[in-house]
């Protein structure tokens, strides 16, 4: 079974639309970490950021936000007033200690960005 | 600004020649994880490492590939003999022990 589910494909936008990045999880340990990796055109994996499941205050950074909801087992990543850079795929990630905190990555979402 | 390296970033090899693929870690960084992405199968770890003992190479087909961690600043993936399946992008990823990774650049291999 999948530990980590992004439904989501691939999403076009409009130049300055929001968009929001869904991401469903499962495991079945109290501590785990959930994370996001942004993969541009030019190929290489860049951590955007990593939440523990203590932590469900939601997160901001610029036109990045993050929000985490154990109930219902999601990590969701919103980009507010999307750009042509912002153009790439998105991947969710989960570790948890009961597995030897090896990433599980979700399949990805393509993100495009029109101008 | 640290990073992690690794060499060669594209190679192109016949059929049944060796292939070996290297990553300098991150300095510091206890656990290294060699990753294969392609478009069909998306990203798939092979092979994970912690204080350079193996933790996980139940990904990694063993009867061609191999992982090693000969010291703490190097690791390889060693492909033999390689295959056309085999090719794909190959990352190696480095970070302290139950915290975020960070990824080299990724070897592109092509096998003919």
């Known amino acids: 079974a999948q530990k980590v589910t992004q439904a989501q494909t691939e999403i076009s936008v409009v130049e300055k639309e929001d968009v929001t990045l869904d991401c469903v999880y499962e495991t079945r340990d109290t501590t785990y970490y959930l994370f996001w990796y942004k993969q541009p055109p030019s190929g290489e994996l860049v951590f955007l950021i990593r939440r523990n499941s203590f932590d469900e205050q939601n997160e901001i950074s610029g036109r990045y936000s993050w929000n985490f909801q154990k109930s219902t087992s999601s990590f969701n990543f919103t980009i507010t007033a999307s750009q042509v850079v912002d153009s790439a795929v998105y991947f969710c990630a989960l570790s948890e200690p009961s597995t030897g905190n090896q990433f599980y990555f979700g399949t990805g979402t393509s993100l495009t960005v029109i101008p | 600004d640290a990073r992690v390296t690794q060499t060669p970033r594209h190679k192109v090899t016949e059929m049944g020649q060796e292939v070996t693929m290297r990553c300098q870690p991150i300095l510091g960084h206890n656990t290294v994880f060699w990753y294969r992405q392609t478009m069909m199968q998306g990203l798939e770890l092979l092979a994970y490492f912690r204080n350079r003992a193996p933790l996980d190479d139940s990904g990694m087909p063993k009867d061609r590939f191999s992982a090693e961690m000969p010291d703490a600043t190097l690791a390889t993936l060693k492909i033999q003999p390689s295959e056309p399946r085999d090719s794909a992008v190959y990352f190696c990823?480095?970070?302290?022990?139950?915290?975020?990774?960070?990824f080299g650049p990724g070897t592109r291999l092509t096998v003919t």
């Open positions: 990823a480095s970070g302290p022990y139950g915290y975020e990774q960070y």
